[in-house]
Every structure is written in structure tokens, then in C-alpha cells.
């Protein structure tokens, strides 16, 4: 693994003194490794280079294919900013919903355009899919509905062989749209839940109190209910939650526990993460105990869920607040009740990110 991201980063290299105008030194890279012999699989260096070292799809061509799924799957049709480059979308919408036209990619950093003709549909599966073109005239095409048997095999004579599916989406992009199609389907789903977690709740409180199981049919309901309450306390965070909501995800994740479900939860991961992400940076510039509590409870949830969360982001944050805030906070030669309340909160968020806060807490306690 570790030679080949290494490989990766050379290529990289690569790309980057392509686009500065300087001699690519992509082919003897290429050649030297081809002397190679991995003691893994018998490949060469250069069968390694081409079949894992260099992407399947030019990676500008895949940013554009973002914008070609987001645009079919979810109606978009303004600027879209994606890693970093902002796509420009001119698509029309055929009959059966084929999506033809151009889209634009624009590099901001080394102001570059990137245009593809594009065609986007769905199959008679339902799958979603992607081609693109480095044209400078945008092919002809026909709809399905008038060539059904010969559509795949027209498109791929005019468009290419290279066809993207969501698959090949970056992994952040494919879990953004995945946790929204999953909180889409649970509002719709909503109300029948409560209904069946209406008619089984007594039936769990009578297991309940005579010390047996609850089979999955009953904890199920009340699980999707819980999760719905706790997504919407997440949302929350995301703007200014309350005290009242803090105590409130607190009792839910509680009862979560209780039913045996807290580490089957569905929680939208990556909007977490942007929660406590706000609520760190929220501290760092005005300090409030709902803050503080709010994120405790955040990480309670994603351990509870074993939600993937990307820490290293979230612990730059807390750093700042521990350089920052808290020791400043320490050098103090006297610290009232309600600075003592704070530093306990910002020591509380610290230690469950993993962070050694003995020193501090020891300084806590010498100081009147």
C-alpha cells in the first residue's frame, strides 16, 4: 500500500509540472519502474503504474461528473462548488429525462476552464450514468424512449467508451448524498413508524418489566423514532441549540441505551461532523455551557453510532481552544464560579477528544 501511495504522489508531481508548462516526466518514471518485479504478484512496476497508480478517469473529467449526477439525480442547475474548482452547468433536459448539453469546470487557483459535451441518464434500471468529451462541438444524440435496444450502443460510438457511474464519485460526495436520500426517505417513512412504535410500546414496557427481550419487530419502530429525534437534535447543532435540547439528546441517547440500540443508531455523519465542527469554532469565540454540553453529547452519539468521524479536523479546533482559552484561562491568579464552570466544559470536550488534560485539571484545583 505504502509504495504505491507513494507512486501516487509522484504522479501527482507529474500533473502539477504539466499544468506549469515544465517537461513531463510521467514516461521515464514509467520506464525505470518497468525494470521492477513485485514480489507480491509478479507485476511490473509499470503494470502497477498503469492498473493502480494512475486513475481510471481524468480527474477533471470527474469533477465534472459530479455536476452531471447532481444535475440528473437532484435537479441542480447553478454553480456548483466541488473540491476546491466550481462547475458551470448548461444542460437541457430531453424527454425521459436525458440530460444533454455542456459543463464547464473552472480552476480558481490557476484560473483554467475545463469543458465537457456531457450526457447523463438513467438506464432501464434506474442506474444513473455518466459520459463526458473534451469537444469542442457537442455530439447529436437520440432519445431511448424512440432507439431503446440501440441507445448503449450509439451512445458509446459517439461519447466513447468511458462511462462513470456513482460509484466512481469521490467517497466524500457519494456519503453527502447518501445520508440525504436516507433523511429524505425516513421523513417519508415517519409517520408510519410512529404508529407501529405507538402500538408497541406498551407491549416493550411490559418486556421490560419482566426482564426479557424485546424482539427486533418492537425495538425497530422505537429505534427509527429515537433516530429521528436525535438527526433533528443534530440539525440543531448545527445552528444554536438549546439548553432544553441539550438535556432532551441526552435523555434520547439514554433511552437508546436502555432499548439496547444505541450502537445500531443511523445518525447523518457528515453533518455531525459539521455540527461539532461549528460548535468548537462557537467556543472559541464565545464561550456557553449549552455549547460545551451539546458537543459531549455529539461525540457521545457518534461513539454510541460508530459513525467514521474524520477526528483530526475536529481536534485542530479543540487545540486552539486549549492554547488559546484554556490556559490563558489558568495563568489566572483568581477565576470565579462561572470561568471555573467554563474551564471544567472545555476540559470535559478536550479529554473526549482524546486530549491528556491532567496537568490542567490539577491547575484547576489550586486556583480560588
Known sequence: LEPVQNLRYARRACELLRELGQPDPEAKIRQILSKATSCFNGWSGAEIWDRWVVPPHDPCALLAAHGAFDSLLHGSDGPLPVHGRMLHLSLQRLESGVLHGWITVYDPEFEEHHGYACLAWKDFDGN?????????????????????????AKAQAMWGDKELVLADLSIDKRREWGEAHSRKA???????????????????????????????????????????????????????PEPAQVREARDLLERAR???????????????????????????????????????????????????????????????????????????????????????????TLERLNFDCDTERDILASLT
Not at 463526458?132 to 435496444?149: Q, T, Y
Open 186 to 240: 425516513l421523513a417519508s417513512l415517519l409517520g408510519a413508524y410512529q404508529t407501529l412504535a405507538d402500538k408497541g410500546r406498551p407491549v416493550l414496557a411490559d418486556l421490560d418489566a419482566l426482564g426479557v427481550d424485546a424482539p427486533d419487530f418492537l425495538r425497530i419502530p422505537e429505534r427509527v423514532m429515537l433516530e429521528a429525534r436525535l438527526s433533528a437534535f443534530v440539525e440543531a447543532a448545527l445552528e444554536a
Open 128 to 152: 444513473a450514468r455518466v459520459r463526458l468529451k473534451l469537444s469542442s462541438a457537442l455530439p447529436a444524440v437520440e432519445s431511448p424512449v424512440r432507439l431503446p435496444s440501440q441507445w448503449s
Open 258 to 348: 436502555k432499548l439496547g440500540v444505541a450502537g445500531q443508531l443511523w445518525l447523518p455523519a457528515a453533518r455531525l461532523e459539521d455540527a461539532l465542527r461549528r460548535l468548537l469554532s462557537q467556543v472559541l469565540t464565545k464561550s456557553d455551557r449549552a455549547s460545551t454540553q451539546a458537543i459531549l453529547v455529539l461525540l457521545d452519539l457518534a461513539d454510541g453510532a460508530g459513525l467514521p468521524l474524520d477526528k483530526s479536523s475536529i481536534e485542530n479546533v479543540a487545540n486552539r481552544l486549549r492554547v488559546e482559552h484554556l490556559h490563558p484561562r489558568l495563568r489566572q491568579a483568581k477565576i470565579s464560579s462561572r470561568e471555573r464552570e467554563e474551564v471544567i466544559g472545555w476540559i470535559e
